[in-house]
């Protein structure tokens, strides 16, 4: 099924993960699924390496979320060191899997000379990979959507309005960076709300239980820490059980205020850790149950 359908009965929850290392084998990945496909995910996505690097994984693994456990799949698609010959490639492999959906993304630019130097390039931004999927007419299509701003926007104005060219170009559905505190999300909805930005929005919330790895991701991404969050890394860094525990919760209450909100979706950005999502979808396997009547009704 095609994740845009799966909208009309929100919440929609899902789950992300990622392939091993080139030279890592394969089984703990598909484990990780194991014990993640028990959760009963709406969609399950498989990130890509950077140019490319686990474009063969991530195939094989959506593939055996899909095929093996019957869950919905979302496949990255990443493009900026990609030529058409080997985004048709994957695309056909990835139709040959019955893999309907795909998340388009420009990806890193490689910092290498030999890239750096070429002059013509066929995927600059996500937005020419999503027109080329589109015209092809066989795939549902995410991108993605920054609540606080893309790390290389000229500005905030710049941008939505390169959100609303992907969305205009054929991305069906949104998926949201992460963020630490909600009030940048809220403001984030009401600025598209006047731009004609309509399909639906799932929130990517990533639990923190590692203070190296949170400081890192924000400095590559853009998100900032909050005062609040600041102080949980600070008490409880030098403790990697308490910040585990403090961590979750603070990924829980701000699943349950969106939730409360009335999100379209939740993305749980899992880091390969299936006790972390457990324990945060046990905690709101009621909230979550609750909602979903609601739709029935």
Do not use: W
């Amino acid at each position: 099924m095609k994740i845009k359908y799966l909208f009309r009965k929100k919440p929609v929850i899902s789950l992300e993960i990622f392939p091993p290392k080139p030279e890592s084998p394969i089984d703990t990945v598909l484990e990780t699924v194991d014990a993640l496909s028990a959760l009963r995910p709406d969609f399950m996505s498989v990130t890509y390496g950077a140019a490319g690097s686990t474009k063969g994984p991530t195939v094989q693994i959506a593939d055996i979320i899909k095929n093996k456990y019957g869950i919905e799949a979302l496949a990255h698609v990443t493009c900026i060191n990609s030529t058409k010959y080997e985004i048709d490639g994957i695309l056909h492999q990835l139709k040959k899997s019955n893999i309907e959906n795909i998340l388009a993304l420009r990806g890193d630019k490689p910092k290498d000379e030999i890239y750096a130097a070429r002059k013509h390039k066929e995927y600059e931004y996500a937005s020419d990979l999503i027109a080329h999927i589109k015209s092809l007419g066989n795939f549902c299509i995410g991108a993605a959507c920054y609540p606080e701003i893309h790390l290389e926007a000229e500005s905030r104005e710049a941008d939505l309005l390169n959100l609303k060219r992907k969305v205009d170009l054929g991305a069906d559905f949104l998926i949201t960076q992460l963020f630490l505190d909600n009030n940048f999300y809220y403001d984030f909805m009401e600025k598209i709300s006047v731009m004609d930005i309509s399909v639906p929005i799932s929130v990517g919330i990533m639990p923190v239980i590692n203070k190296k790895q949170i400081e890192r991701i924000t400095s590559l991404c853009g998100a900032s820490i909050p005062a609040k969050f600041r102080r949980i890394l600070d008490r409880y860094e030098n403790n990697p059980e308490a910040l585990k525990e403090a961590g979750i919760a603070y990924a829980t209450e701000q699943i349950i205020d969106l939730l409360s909100s009335g999100v379209d979706g939740i993305h749980l950005y899992t880091m390969n850790k299936p006790e972390i999502a457990i324990k945060i979808l046990g905690q709101i396997s009621n909230i979550r149950r609750h909602l979903k009547n609601l739709n029935y009704a």
